[in-house]
């Protein structure tokens, strides 16, 4: 029995979309005017989703964010382990979403392992949708017999990434809109009021203080150049995000990266938690260290680090240890490094990664705490700089004025 996406006329010519399954698309319209509807256009579930994986790339989600893949990965892990069997487990959760596009996932999954395909192999068929942990991850779960608990472990672990994602994200909005708005107010202060308020002095052939002139420099500079320039910077963006596009800039735009005092520790943190985490979840679950070096590998996103550990694992391959591989890189935490060769020594590398892992987002959520905390204040003295010394340029001919009168 196949899934199929449709497309119908109800019999008031409203267009109507949904999924339905039949074994065959004949069985499936013949279904569907059974129920007083018109086919328009039916599709082959898994075959429209491979489709639009191809066409969209990673954006294919399809809509499915990873939050949901996270719930739907956690229903299917309650279902199967209170004992439903896996095809009813994807029926189920099929039913229970009010999405379209992943109820037609679902059932596409459902059919194929009704086709005597594992669940493995059938996420295979969406790679965009499902990374490639989340399939490796299952596929160790099959085989040891603990698939529940495996995709257990994957919603936990989708749902911390998303969580840490979303962190990250908010801590980073407050010093952006505070950037942006120090940006505005200075460029509206020198470009309307200041003149404005200075040209007040201009009928007094008054020989006005440095500062003044200097601040009345700026301020026609900015009113005759000022969209100028941000056009320009508007164009520099875009340049640079297609310029981002190419693997050896980018290469080299994250190698100076790592090279800045503050953002060296952060972005190394960063990836050095992504790292830790998903090498704990693949080791945990039964994956090979060597495949889950590969695929863990693929969330590092700064490319030197990336490559660095790509180079461990072709160390690790030729009989060296996990810990020093990494060592040699120079771009891992010492205490990483550590819990990592102890675990090796121990022969309970999944528990030390998983340790490693945490204290590493422990770490990660410090650094933010004080890139944030040194970041506002900084920001704010500028900016109140900035204003006094606009301030004291207007104030300035005022006071030699008084001085002059007295």
Known sequence: MAAFDYIALDPRGKEKKGVLEADTARAARQQLRAENLTPLELNESHQRQRGNAKKTGTRVRG?????ELALITRQIATLTGSGTPLEESLLAVSKQTEKQKIKSLMLAVRSKVLEGHSLASSLREFPKIFPEIYQATVDAGEQSGHLDAVLERLADYFEDRQASNATIKKALIYPSMLVVASIGIVAF????????????????????????????????????????????????????????????????????????????????????????????????????????????????????????????????????????????????????????????????????????????ERELDSLMSVFIGLFEPVVILI??????????????PIFEMNQLVN
């Open 63 to 67: 809509g499915i964010s990873t939050t």
């Open 189 to 360: 202060l020198l470009g309307y009021v200041v003149p404005q308020v200075v040209q007040v002095f201009d009928s007094m052939n008054q020989t006005l203080p440095v500062l003044t002139r200097a601040m009345l420099s700026a301020s026609a500079f900015v009113r005759e150049w000022g969209l100028t320039i941000a056009i320009i910077a508007v164009i520099l963006v875009l340049a640079f995000q297609r310029a981002m596009t190419n693997e050896s800039f980018k290469v080299r735009v994250h190698s100076f990266l790592l090279k800045l005092p503050l953002f060296s520790r952060l972005i190394r943190g960063f990836n050095a938690a992504q790292f830790a985490r998903t090498l704990s979840i693949l080791a945990s679950s039964g994956v090979p260290v060597l495949e889950a070096l590969e695929i863990a590998s693929q969330v590092v996103t700064n490319r030197p680090m990336r490559q660095a550990v790509k180079t461990a694992s072709a160390q690790v391959r030729e009989g060296s240890t996990l810990g020093a591989a990494l060592e040699r890189t120079g771009y891992f935490p010492p205490m990483l490094l550590h819990l990592i060769a102890s675990g090796e020594a121990s022969g309970k590398l999944d528990t030390m990664l998983d340790k490693a892992a945490t204290h590493q």
């Open 383 to 396: 900016m109140g700089g900035v204003v006094l010394t606009i301030v004291l340029a207007i104030l300035l």
